[in-house]
């Protein structure tokens, strides 16, 4: 009768029809659990298939604007798609915004006027970039407000002041030659100060008058080259923040995208609306381009977010070599504008290295 006693009873009761029953419903929770998904689970999920959905939702708009020629107009100007390829993934990736890669290749190889070149340049970075500044919200990946917020509060101006003043005034070979001194000068500075292991902010230090002038300066001095080439703020921003504030490139980098975004926006539609200038050839131009660079810009963001400071930097430099020795063997040299380019890349290298050897916290 006794039989083990006590285990026994234990083991009736294991065998319970109540005890079989909630074994059973305890199964079904783990399973409703095991394949159910939680609220964040559908925001990691929206965020990492943000950018697709987002260019599924570019290429609809794009074909029923363009079709029934939406092929006619990329087969028309396969060599800009191509071009932006490239472009856009560098705009994500690094402070070079599509400009970079767009403004020299049509002025230097596709014989394309630089006014052309520059309206083109906002016009494509105003998709690809802004689509890049989506996707880095949507990663949370971190950047700088403040340096967005001031920069671009002097950049708008700048991006008038050279559309409007600058741009009948200067001749086209020169302005190739400025781009291309401007961002030699960064890749010198960033070969000095990479040299040596330096110490690197992902925040800036509280903000005082004087720093908050050096934002908008830098931003109304970047916003004029944007005015004047399509393409600077992102670059002069990025060098404030690397030299001067200190900024690590990882976050310098994704905040130099989304500001270029803004600034790409607004001379877009000074162009579009006021000055003039974004012609049917313009407009065919960037409608080729825009199914690649919903693409590009994104994964150059989400590439750059994985990557160390020095390998950005590493990249950007070489990047800018290469704009170094196409200008020198596809421009033609005279005396003058040789002496002018070396002394623009001087100043720009000056500017730079005297950043980075500044102080801003006194600066509070």
Known sequence: MWHGGKPLM????????AKASADIGASATAKVSRWSVKPTQFLNIGRRYFSLLLA???WWLW???????????VRENI????????GSFIAGATSEGGGAVAFPVFTKLLQVSPLDAKIFSLAIQS????AATLSILALRVKISWPVIFWASLGGVPGIVFGAIVLTPLLPPELLRMAFTAMVA??????ILVNWYERERREQLPRLGAKAIGVLLLSGFFGGTMSGLVGNGIDIICFSVMVFLFGIAEKVATPTSVVLMALNALAGFALHAVVIGGFSPQIQSYWLAA?????IGAPAGAYFCARLSNKVIAGILIFLITVELVSSLLIIPMTTSLTIISLLMLLFFFAANYLLSRASINSWD
Do not use: E
Request: proline share 7%; hydrophobic share 55%; no cysteine.
């Open 79 to 86: 060599q800009v798609a191509l071009t932006m390829v490239f």
């Open 63 to 73: 074909y029923r604007y363009t079709a029934p020629d939406s092929l006619a107009i």
């Open 185 to 190: 000068g960064l890749a010198l500075t960033l």
């Open 290 to 294: 825009i199914p690649v660079v919903v």
């Open 56 to 58: 599924l939702l570019v």
């Open 127 to 130: 998709v690809g970039m802004t």
């Open 10 to 17: 234990q083991k009736m009761a294991r065998n319970s029809p």
